[in-house]
């Protein structure tokens, strides 16, 4: 069984109200703020090394990102992947979610063989949960997405798939796409020894020439979508206090978020 | 839309394209070569023939983005029923659609919606495209990315929205990738560029932090989800002018890769913070574990999460994973309801980037009045099992 994990390196979450506009030159100041594996990645990473522990075989990670990245996917090693990749090059810089899933899945060309590719079901950065869909789609791929419980036999997967207040239970022939929540598992921690292993090990690095790439179709020029401003919310009116005997004030609440379309 | 065609009378079948395709996306049946759906356009199979057998047509890019005219809502279904995202996008749908000059259509897919369709009528809308088939009865990944591509090939719109849901959440980025065109995900701002037609998508990123304005002004469809509850709701008009065009599509076994096994609806505590659209916070003014029975009980009822502040955390009544704030979660749910919390600004930061906060407080100086949407200066004990009733009520009628 091999499996490859797409991970991608993030801010930190506890960090993410520290990042402010730079008014003068529209750009996001991101200084001093730490970078992480995205939380869910670390989920899909998890139930990657849960399947080869359970059924054997190889976990490869694979991300796409600048030079930095190296360190996500050297925790990634630490937690027990065997292998770790880097998709790496300037020309990949302002890619959407197209030109990233196309990139990803030509990296994934060229590892080869496998039978499951594993992601986390969204980033907490752009939060668009839409890389996912892509990659199954350029390399025609069954998927799952949103799955928070996973049952595998030989060439088989069956997965809980989480809906708004409902979950499906679906079943697709190997190899598949699956992405996962935070309900499937708990990260472990890597363990001392997988640290100082991992600090040594090599990471393959591909840079665009190492891939057979439609040059129109990475970078900024392959991606669709154009982000043409960037703002701080506004921050809604606050400080209405609402009066009366209890009953009367619970029915103003009841009111007001019937008008909001809360209830 | 780049196309690529086999010429049937130069295919010879002898697979030379399918070990030069870097995506496996050609298949040879019956001695002849077939194209699959997730071919990239790369060309690679083009110099490979030796037959000179393969034809591919670049994207004329910018030229022939005028040939793509209307706005399609996509209306979701769930076993059977209408689900109250596709009302929201009828509405946002029509704006976009008077804003262009264009009509609006919606795309419904499933098996015995024919009455459906027909109320759906009752709204402003000019033309429901039906496609029914069995293999459409439950949303699946493949018969459902099928089925909007050829619809789209064939009647080339200029922008669709869909909703941000576990459904259109899963089949955009399918069909988006299909198309090569750009996608915009969980928009809450949604309007056209004059002149350009470009549709302007506003969405949250960084977690709330920021927002940022998107165009795809090169590609069309322009498509974007759109987050639930954010839109109005589009009113039933009475003036049926649109009609419902039926269109039948055949399907592959390709198209079929995912079985549903089956479909659980389930009753549960949300204990996913950040994925919570309502939450209900405790905090010191409880005045003991036992009553975060009252925050739970309030929870359930919205269907929300419960939340707590570090002071009843470090104190035991509930598990940290339930904290918010500066060392706890940060959320962002459409309601916040803060119940006996001071709202210290290591609390603020973690929740104040909520829609709507309420606050439930009986000092009326406590800092969380200061960003609280609605403040209720109140004992909970008293308020609580009152407003708890009431909803009670509600959802009984
Ligand atoms: C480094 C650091 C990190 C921190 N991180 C966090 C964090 O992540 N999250 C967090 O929450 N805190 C955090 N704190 C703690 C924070 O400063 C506050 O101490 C904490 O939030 C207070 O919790 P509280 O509001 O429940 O309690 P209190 O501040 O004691 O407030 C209780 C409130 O309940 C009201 N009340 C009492 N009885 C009633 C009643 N019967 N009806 C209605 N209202 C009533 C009171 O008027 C009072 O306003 C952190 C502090 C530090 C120093």
Same mark, same amino acid.
């Given at each position: =069984? ?45 139930? @990657?090394?849960? !399947? ?11 991300? =796409? ?6 360190? @996500? ?5 630490? =937690? ?18 197209? @030109?990233?899933?196309?990139?990803? @899945? ?134 209405? !206090? ?19 379309? !809360?209830? | ?39 990239? +356009? ?34 979701? %279904? ?18 976009? &659609? ?34 029914? /088939? ?19 090939? %064939? ?63 090169? /590609? ?40 549903? $096994? ?68 940060? $959320? %962002? ?13 290591? /609390? ?10 309420? &606050? ?16 209720? $200066? %109140?004992?909970? /004990?008293? +308020? ?14």
């Amino acid at each position: =069984m091999h499996i490859i994990v797409c991970i991608k390196q993030v801010p930190d979450t506890e960090e993410l109200s520290k990042v402010r506009i730079n008014s003068r030159t529209n750009t996001l100041v991101r200084e001093g703020i730490k970078s992480i594996i995205n939380p869910f990645d670390e989920n899909a990473i998890e139930e @990657a090394l849960r !399947i080869k522990e359970r059924h054997g075989g190889k976990v490869t990670v694979l991300s =796409m990102g600048p030079p930095q990245a190296e360190e @996500a996917l050297r925790r990634a090693l630490a =937690m027990g992947a065997d292998k770790a990749i880097l998709l790496s090059d300037r020309s990949f810089a302002g890619s959407d979610t197209l @030109a990233t899933s196309y990139t990803l @899945a030509m990296g994934i060309r060229k590892i080869g063989e496998f039978d499951l590719v594993l992601l986390g079901k969204q980033a907490i950065d752009g939060d668009t949960a839409q890389v996912g869909p892509g990659l199954a789609e350029w390399l025609n791929l069954p998927q799952i997405t949103y799955v928070r419980r996973i049952e595998l036999s030989s060439s088989k997967i069956k997965a809980e798939r989480s809906l708004e207040d409902s979950f499906e239970i679906v079943e697709t022939n190997l190899p598949a796409l699956l992405t996962v929540t935070k309900e499937i598992n708990t990260p472990r921690y890597p363990s001392l020894r997988g640290l100082l292993k991992a600090k040594k090990e090599k990471i393959t690095v591909w840079t665009s020439k190492d891939l057979a790439l439609d040059k129109e179709r990475i970078g900024l020029d392959g991606s669709p979508t154009q982000v043409v401003k960037i703002f701080t919310p506004e921050s809604p009116k606050r400080g209405k !206090i609402l009066t009366g005997e209890i009953p009367e004030i619970a029915d103003k609440l009841i009111s007001e978020m019937k008008k909001r379309k !809360i209830i | 839309m780049a196309e690529i065609k086999i010429l049937a009378e130069k295919c010879t079948g002898c697979k030379k394209c399918i070990s030069a395709c870097p995506f496996s996306a050609i298949t040879v049946e019956d001695k002849k070569a077939r194209i699959l759906s997730n071919c990239t +356009f790369c060309g690679a199979c083009v110099s490979a023939c030796p037959f000179g057998a393969i034809l591919l047509e670049r994207e004329a890019r910018e030229a022939d983005l005028s040939s793509y005219r209307g706005v399609w809502i996509f209306a979701e %279904q769930r076993n059977g029923e209408i689900m109250p995202i596709t009302y929201e996008l009828l509405e946002i749908g029509r704006k976009l &659609a008077d804003a262009l000059g264009v009509e609006l259509s919606a795309l419904l897919f499933g098996n015995g919606l024919r009455k459906k369709a027909e109320v759906m009528l009752n709204y402003e809308l000019d033309k429901i495209y039906l496609v029914e /088939h069995p293999l459409l009865a439950y949303y699946r990944t493949g018969p459902y990315t099928r089925a909007m591509v050829d619809l789209i090939r %064939q009647k080339r719109p200029e922008v669709i929205l869909m909703g941000a849901t576990s459904t259109g959440r899963d089949l955009a980025p399918r069909v988006a990738t299909r198309l090569k065109t750009g996608l915009t995900a969980d928009c809450t701002g949604l309007e056209i560029e004059k002149g350009t037609r470009n549709l302007i998508q506003t969405r949250p990123a960084l977690g709330g932090n920021i927002m940022a304005s998107i165009i795809s002004p090169r /590609h069309r469809p322009q498509m974007a989800t759109v987050r639930p509850r954010v839109m109005k709701k589009a009113r039933p008009s009475g003036n049926r002018r649109g009609e419902i065009i039926e269109v039948k599509l055949d399907f592959t076994q390709e198209d079929k890769m995912v079985e549903v $096994v089956k479909f659980i609806k389930e009753e549960r505590e949300i204990e996913d913070l950040q994925e919570a659209e309502i939450i209900v916070s405790g905090g010191r003014g409880l005045g003991k574990a036992e009553n975060f029975s009252l925050i739970r009980k309030l929870a359930r009822l919205l269907g929300g999460a419960v939340g707590a502040s570090r002071a009843v955390v470090d104190a035991g009544w509930i598990p940290s994973y339930h904290q918010v704030g500066q060392t706890g979660k940060t $959320v %962002q749910p459409k309601l916040y309801i803060a119940c006996g919390i001071s709202g210290a600004i290591q /609390h603020q930061v973690g929740m104040r980037n909520s829609e709507i906060i309420v &606050a439930i407080n009986k000092d009326p100086n406590a800092p969380i009045f200061d960003i609280a949407t609605y403040g209720i $200066v %109140q004992d909970l /004990h008293k +308020f609580l099992p009152v407003l708890i009733e009431k909803l009670e009520d509600e959802k009984r009628r």
